[in-house]
């Protein structure tokens, strides 16, 4: 088939990968302009901008993919169908009945489940096991197509967002190419999504990333896994005897259950430099400094001298 993309984030590279392997044709590559990164706020290309200009692919960026001239430049290459992964902007109605075979979207969580911008880290802030990827026709509500397949994934125990993220990108492909198939050849089963089993996976922001000891340990440690790489579980650890603080941001930490003992204060290190909680422990495994790189925890109690006592603070975002 004729295949018009719509796309912007990394997670779609793979599929970009396989649709240009398999007898489907990509026709036409659609991102958004170059957006700020990093400290410097420098505009940097999208992913799939870069990818479709190495490959030589027509590609063409935009703001707005529902004005007028990218409709109609998008209906002038004719296609039987859209794919939209990890674009960014809300498809309208007009694009929506341009092509033959509709429009159809890879979405990183087990749908219902997880509709919005965040899947992947609210899969895992929110303590599941199982996540997957699904792939659905678009509809004028956000991520409530009916489903057209679903590949399920277990979420390892210490599977940060980022390595999650990596990893249903691999898993999409695949099942992307037999969905097209079986849309081509008429033998696609449609399913409606169950709304009352439906739940929101809304946009992350910066302050969502604030660690609040109190909580217990199983609640921080997902969060933790959940934030990374962004927008980190940040605190700031407080060395008591010198009071010197340095930002943190949590990467990886593991639960120990049992009674807090003293100190029970939330944050402190006790003898074990293992960190308190409302309930139960975390023992930090990965953290990263501010203006420095990732590294094991022992490092950071070596390079701070980290002692019973010391406290990890609730940070401002």
């Known amino acids: 088939m004729n295949i018009v993309y719509l796309g912007s984030g990394e997670f779609g590279v793979p ?9 489907h044709e ?3 590559v659609v991102t958004q302009p170059p957006q700020p990164a990093g400290r410097g706020r420098r505009c940097c290309p999208m992913p799939v901008g870069c990818w479709a200009e190495s490959r030589a692919v027509p590609s063409i960026e935009t703001d707005n993919v529902n004005a007028v001239e990218i409709v109609k430049r998008i209906a002038g290459h004719q296609p039987d169908i859209l794919v939209v992964i990890a674009f960014g902007q809300k498809i309208g ?5 341009l092509a033959a075979k509709g429009a159809i979207n890879v979405h990183a969580s087990l749908l219902p489940k997880y509709r919005g911008a965040a899947p992947i880290n609210w899969a895992i802030i929110r303590g599941e096991k199982q996540t997957g990827v699904s792939i659905i026709t678009l509809a004028d509500r956000m991520d409530a197509g009916d489903i057209l397949a679903q590949r399920p994934t277990d979420i ?3 599977e940060t967002a980022g390595e999650l993220h990596d990893r249903l990108a691999r898993l999409a492909p695949p099942l992307l190419i037999e969905t097209l198939d079986r849309i081509e050849a008429g033998t696609a089963t449609y399913t409606r999504q169950d709304e009352f089993c439906a739940s929101k996976a809304p946009k992350l ?3 969502d990333g604030r660690v609040d000891f109190s909580q217990p340990a199983y609640v921080i440690a997902d969060r933790i896994r959940g934030f990374w790489p962004w927008p980190g579980a940040s605190s700031h650890y407080l060395n008591v005897a010198g009071g010197k603080t340095i930002r943190v941001t949590l990467a990886l930490a593991d639960v120990i259950w049992g ?3 003293t100190p029970s204060v939330p944050g402190t290190f006790d003898e074990d430099l293992n960190v308190i909680c409302g309930d139960g422990k975390l023992s930090i495994r990965k953290i990263k400094p501010a203006g420095s790189g990732l590294m094991e925890f022992k490092d950071f109690i070596n390079g701070w001298r ?3 006592g010391d406290r990890l603070i609730e940070a401002e975002v």
């Open 15 to 23: 599929c970009l990968d396989a649709l240009k392997a398999s007898r």
């Open 26 to 28: 990509i026709l036409l």
């Open 93 to 97: 109605p007009e694009l929506l009945g």
């Open 156 to 158: 390892g125990v210490h």
């Open 205 to 207: 922001k910066k302050t």
């Open 259 to 261: 009674p807090v003992g």
């Open 306 to 308: 980290v002692r019973p």
